[in-house]
């Protein structure tokens, strides 16, 4: 895992979540444990695709729940 | 107010506006200079985040939902706990847009970067409900949360639907008011093109050389209660709602009808709705926006209901520019404070009457006064009239 790209991801978290930074690991779960309902996390994801220059269809964010899931698939994304 | 015949008490109200934050700051703005070199008028360095949890939360609502959720903070503050039951207090609120900014920039948004970039939020955002809505939800007021959008007319209606509301026995507490922040590029070129707008960047209601109003925002919101039951849990009662009325020109869009009959008969509506003489009304807080045509027959209007001489009249508009459908709020919340402090705040800007003003408009210095049943007149585009007599607590 790139640390460099974590930690953008990591600020994108805290801007648009508003959580702390130390909140945002691999194992956070967004509903639970940072408080993001679903407009949160589509308003995040639109700032991770401009972020990354990456696009990612409504279809692969099926079953995403935490912070890791989202970042890899992300990091996968971005070359 | 007529109705079941409960009397309605004014408890809590909140004020935010371009001449001052909170009740306090916005009377000692009142009885400041006016506005005399600007078209627009905003709040200037408007920080929403002490009204909400955090940065996302107040991120997330249009800055006319920041302004009325910093008003009712402050009105439950005056107001202390209201013991009722959720389901007997509701919210009715009044805005003429609702969150054109938001509108405006996803907008701009939307062209510039595509669909996909648009806000989730775009829609609870822009909705003119939004901001009602936001405070039923933050002080869970589970009655009736509607939203009246008479343009310029609104918060005006909306006070006095709440207060019926609260009269008619149907709720025990209502919170009421109105928000407006649309001064955008677009809604300023739109006034502008339609001449509206003050083309010297002056509001001088009445004056003989008014030329449009000065464009502003602000929010004002008021909690309305059973008289008995604020009495019964020892609130200290601010004022009364004494009457209201409403009704339309149906004579054109925007122009007002000629000698302002409609709101003659509007004003004679509330006080009917009241139980009040002519004679009995102390002061005439005019809807007075500054613009040639509304002050001509809102003046005639008063002196034919009022007779020769009329009760003493102002405008706050040379000081608050004309915030839409916040005027309505910010002018019940004016004549509070002048309840309060037995002044009534000059027309600011305004020194030479037009011929067509044949009315006791206020001008210069403050006018002291022995409180007494207030009359607020707003008119909003559409030909909606609203008047709203608000009386001294006794």
């Known amino acids: ?79 | 107010m007529q109705g079941a015949g409960h009397r309605v008490a004014i408890t809590g109200y909140g004020v935010v506006a371009p001449c001052g934050i909170g009740k306090n700051a916005f009377w000692r703005g009142l009885l400041g200079p006016g506005i005399t070199t600007a078209k627009t008028v905003e709040i200037a360095e408007w920080d929403p985040l002490p009204y909400f949890s955090n940065p996302k939360e107040a991120r997330r609502s249009d800055r006319v939902e920041q302004f009325a959720l910093a008003a009712a903070q402050e009105a439950f503050a005056m107001s202390g706990d209201l013991p009722y039951a959720p389901t007997r207090m509701g919210s009715i609120f009044g805005t003429g847009i609702g969150g054109l900014r938001t509108l405006e920039d996803q907008v701009i948004t939307r062209v510039e970067k595509g669909e996909r970039r648009v806000s989730p939020f775009l829609v609870p955002m822009m909705m003119s409900n939004a901001a009602g809505a936001a405070i039923s939800m933050r002080y869970h007021l589970q009655g009736p949360a509607e939203t009246i959008c008479t343009a310029c007319a609104a918060a005006t209606h909306a006070l006095g639907y709440a207060a019926r509301l609260v009269a008619w026995g149907q709720c025990d507490a209502v919170v009421s008011g109105g928000a407006e922040s649309a001064v955008t590029l677009t809604a300023v070129a739109g006034f502008a093109n339609m001449t509206a707008l003050s083309s010297s960047g002056c509001s001088k209601p009445f004056d003989a050389t008014r030329d449009g109003f000065v464009f502003g925002e602000g929010a004002a919101v008021f909690i309305l209660e059973r008289w008995d039951a604020a009495v019964a849990r020892g609130a200290n009662i601010i004022a009364e709602v004494l009457g209201a009325g409403s009704n339309a020109d149906a004579h054109h869009i925007t122009a007002p009808s000629p000698g302002g009959v409609g709101a003659q008969a509007c004003m004679r509506l509330a006080l009917n709705d009241a139980q009040l003489r002519p004679s009995d009304i102390k002061q005439v807080n005019a809807h007075g926006t500054s613009t040639p045509l509304n002050d001509s027959a809102e003046a005639q209007a008063v002196a034919a209901v009022f007779g020769s001489p009329t009760p003493p009249m102002t405008s706050i508009k040379g000081v608050t520019g004309h915030p839409l459908g916040a005027a309505g709020a910010l002018e019940a919340a004016a004549v509070l404070l002048s309840f309060e402090h037995r002044l009534i705040p000059p027309t600011a800007n305004t020194s030479s009457l037009g011929d067509d003003i044949i009315c006791d408009v206020v001008m210069g210095e403050p006018r002291a006064w022995t409180p007494g049943p207030t009359i607020s007149n707003n008119f909003g585009f559409g030909g909606h009239n609203g008047s709203l007599i608000l009386g001294p607590a006794n």
């Open chain 1, 1 to 79: 895992m790139s640390q460099e790209l974590f930690d953008r991801f990591t600020k994108c978290a805290v801007e648009l979540l508003s959580v702390d930074a130390s909140k945002v690991t691999r194992e956070a779960r967004f509903k639970e444990d940072l408080e993001a309902d679903s407009l949160d996390l589509v308003e995040f994801v639109m700032a991770l695709e401009e972020e990354f220059s990456v696009e990612v269809p409504e279809k692969e964010l099926e079953g995403i729940t935490t912070v890791g899931q989202a970042f890899d698939l992300i990091a996968a994304k971005a070359k």
